[in-house]
T-cell receptor, first 115, second 116 residues
């Protein structure tokens, strides 16, 4: 089945220790998104890749970076995690064609715990 | 500033009855609306959507209603089933310029519990 896969599902890291979350997709979608969701809050878009073009949200902290080495993979790097970065991180993909709106498909998420 | 609001954090409904989940938005540029369902330990799953040129869209037990003048949409589930118990997120987007990514703005979700 075509899908969005996130690894790991649970990640524990120490305060200030860099961590990388990964997302892969078999849908061949050209857009990939990273969202942060804290408890009982709406998912908040951090950034997205439209093909190879990186688009950062204005209020995304510099601590958060992303890489997309190819169509299938996208990584979220947190350079120096703080306690406030503990959250669920959701990856999503969509196919964006001119004139056609496409649904975003989400992975299961990675729950990050910062000690 | 929350552009998409779901004011009810939780809703309980008896099996077989109607579930009505509500969502309000403030940005008049939004022209496409979606509902996602989320089970614990899973990512949100697309459920149903509606374009601003319509006021109703139906898919099986799920119907979404849009009232543009009130900037309000609702999701009706009839009949409700225990398997429908999940968090439901309302989301909105502006279709925008062709070739640019269409970004979703989410509400904070409503936990629906369908009681057997």
């Amino acid at each position: 089945d075509a899908m969005v896969i996130q690894n790991p599902r649970y990640q524990v890291t120490q305060f200030g220790k860099p961590v990388t979350l990964s997302c892969s997709q078999t849908l061949n979608h050209n857009v990939m998104y990273w969202y942060q969701q804290k408890s009982s809050q709406a998912p908040k878009l951090l950034f997205h890749y439209y093909d190879k073009d990186f688009n950062n949200e204005a209020d995304t902290p510099d601590n958060f970076q992303s890489r997309r080495p190819n169509t299938s993979f996208c990584f979220l790097d947190i350079r120096s995690p703080g306690l406030g970065d503990a959250a669920m991180y959701l990856c999503a993909t969509s196919r964006d064609n001119q004139g056609l709106q496409e649904t975003q498909y989400f992975g299961p998420g990675t729950r990050l715990l910062v000690l | 500033d929350q552009q998409v609001k779901q004011n009810s954090p939780s809703l309980s409904v008896q099996e077989g009855r109607i579930s009505i989940l509500n969502c309000d938005y403030t940005n008049s540029m939004f022209d496409y609306f979606l509902w996602y369902k989320k089970y614990p330990a899973e990512g949100p799953t697309f459920l149903i959507s509606i374009s601003s040129i319509k006021d109703k869209n139906e898919d099986g037990r799920f119907t979404v209603f849009l009232n543009k003048s009130a900037k309000h949409l609702s999701l009706h589930i009839v009949p409700s089933q225990p398997g429908d118990s999940a968090v439901y997120f309302c989301a909105a987007m502006t279709l925008g310029v062709a070739g640019s990514a269409r970004q979703l703005t989410f509400g904070s979700g409503t936990q629906l519990t369908v009681l057997p």
